[in-house]
C-alpha cells in the first residue's frame, strides 16, 4: 500500500512535466490549425523550456526567486498528493497555497503591470476556489470520503451523481489554466493591455520554473477530471483519458472561440455557473439521501 | 536542442509609416505563419530573444529603443527591418528622425525593403536564429573564462576582451548633450 504511494508520487514527478509539456504543443498545434495555420511541432514547450533555462535570468528583486522556487514545489507537492491519494481538502488548500507563492512573486517586484497580474491573478483564484471547495463537498457527500484513494474505488463512475460539478469544474478550468475569455491575469497570446501580466519581471530560468510548475499543474487538473470517471474496474481508466483529452479539446476550442471579458464579468459569470449547477447538484445530492 | 529553436519576439516601431508593421503582423498570420519556426510575439522584452524594429529613429523613440535593449536577457538579436530601420531611409532628411537603429543599439542582422516583404523577414529571422546559438556558445565560452559577458553602462554584448571596441558608435552612451549637438550638426 505505502509502496504503491511512493511509486505513484515519482511516476507523477517524472511523467507529469512530460505529458504536461505534449498537452501544451497540442493546445499550440491544435490552436495553429483551427486559425488555418501550420503551427510549431508538438514538442514546442520543450524547446520553449530548454531556452529559458539558457537565458540569462534577470531578478529584479531576490526574494522573487524564493516565491518562483515555493510556487513549484508547492505545486509538485499538491499533485503528489492528489496522485498519491490524499484528502481532497488538503489538495484544495495546497492548491491555493502555490497559487498565492506566485502571487507574492509578482507583488514582490513592484512592477506596474505585475501588481496588476497579481491583483488579477487573486480575482480569478475567488472565481475557482469556492468551486474546489464545493467539488470535495460533492464528492464527500456522494462518495463519503475526502480521501482520494477511496474515490477511485466506488462501483459506479462519480459523475453520474455529480454531473452538474463536472460542468462547473469544466467551467472553472477555464479560469485555472488561463484560457481566453478569462486569461486576465497572463496570456499565452501576444499583445494585450499590462504586457505578460503576473508573469512580465520573471525571465529566464525563473520563467521556466513557472511554465515547468503550469504543466504539474495542468495534468493535476487532467486528474481531477479523470476522478469523476474513475471506478474500481481498470478499464474505466480509458474512458477517464478519453474524457481528460476531451474536456482539453473543449477548453482549447473556447479559447479560440471567445474574445476576452472584464474581471467583473467573469467574477459574475463564474459565481452564477458555479451556484446553477454545482450548488443544484449538491442540494439534489442532499435531498436523494 | 537549441537555444535557436524557440525565438520570442519583440516587435518595436520606431517610427514608421507603419508599412513595415503591417508585413510584420502578416508574417505572423496563417499565410506565412512563422510560429511554425516557434516565434512567438511577445509584448515582453524580458521574454524576448529578438528585438524586432522597424522604422526610423527619432529623438523621442531613441531612449525607449535603447530601454527595450536593456532589459532584454542575453543572448539576444537585434533585426532592423526596413530600410527606414536600417538607415533612415525616405525619412532621413526629416527634423525629428536621428537615423537608423544601429545608431543606437547594435545591430545584428539589416532586412531591407519598403515595405520589407514577409519573405525576407522569415529569412532574416532564419539568419537571427543562427546568430542567437552562436551568442549562446560564445556567453557559454566567456562563461567559463570568467569574462564579465554584460556591460549595461556600455549598451552592448561583450564576451570577449577583443569585442569591444569604444569606437563603434552603439558602445558610447549618448547623453543629452551629445544628442543636441548631433541635432544642431545636422540642422546646419
Known sequence: MA??????????????????????????????????????????????????????????????VLFIVAYLIFTIFTGSLFFGGGDLLLIVFSLSMSEVMLVLAAYSVNGPYSAMGAQRELLQMMCYEPMMLLLA??????????????????????????????????????????????DLS????????????????????????????????????MGFTGMFFVTANPL??????????????????????????????????????????AGTNLLILNLVK | ??????????????????????????????????????????????????????????????????QLYKQMPDPKVVMACGICACDGGIFKDCYNVMGGVDKFIPVDIYVPGCAVRPEALIEGVKKAIAILDEKKEKMKIAMKQGYCTVDYGRLAVHTTAEDYDAQVQSDAEPTEETEETAGEEKAQ
Open chain 1, 3 to 64: 509502496v504503491s504511494i511512493v511509486v505513484r508520487v515519482i511516476l507523477y514527478i517524472l511523467l507529469a512535466p512530460i505529458i504536461g509539456g505534449l498537452l501544451e504543443g497540442l493546445d499550440r498545434k491544435i490552436a495553429a490549425r483551427m486559425q488555418g495555420r501550420q503551427g510549431p511541432p508538438i514538442t514546442q514547450p520543450f524547446y520553449d523550456l530548454y531556452k529559458l533555462f539558457n537565458k540569462q535570468t534577470i531578478v529584479v528583486n531576490s526574494i522573487q
Open chain 1, 236 to 277: 474505466s481508466y480509458i474512458g477517464a483519458v478519453a474524457a481528460c483529452l476531451a474536456v482539453f479539446f473543449l477548453l482549447i476550442l473556447i479559447d479560440n472561440t471567445h474574445p476576452r471579458v472584464k474581471a467583473m464579468r467573469m467574477f459574475g459569470l463564474s459565481w452564477l455557473v458555479i451556484l446553477v449547477c
Open chain 2, 1 to 66: 536542442m537549441k537555444v535557436s529553436q524557440s525565438p520570442w519576439i519583440l516587435h518595436y516601431d520606431g517610427s514608421s509609416c507603419n508599412g513595415c508593421d503591417i508585413e510584420v503582423l502578416a508574417s505572423m498570420m496563417p499565410h506565412f505563419d512563422v510560429e511554425r519556426f516557434g516565434v512567438i510575439n511577445t509584448g515582453n522584452p524580458k521574454h524576448a530573444d529578438i528585438l524586432l524594429l522597424t522604422g526610423s529613429i527619432n529623438a523621442q523613440t531613441a531612449p525607449v529603443v535603447r
Open chain 1, 186 to 221: 497572463t496570456s499565452h497570446h501576444a499583445h494585450q493591455e499590462m504586457v505578460k501580466g503576473l508573469t512580465t519581471d520573471i525571465s529566464g530560468r525563473d520563467m521556466g520554473l513557472v511554465e515547468l510548475a503550469e504543466w504539474y499543474d495542468t495534468v493535476m487538473m
Open chain 1, 137 to 182: 463537498i460533492g464528492f464527500y457527500v456522494s462518495q463519503g470520503s475526502f480521501m482520494v484513494n477511496d474515490l477511485i474505488r466506488v462501483s459506479r463512475p462519480a459523475v453520474i451523481a455529480l454531473p452538474g460539478m463536472l460542468i462547473g469544474f469544466a467551467f472553472v478550468l477555464i479560469i485555472k489554466l488561463r484560457k481566453s475569455p478569462f
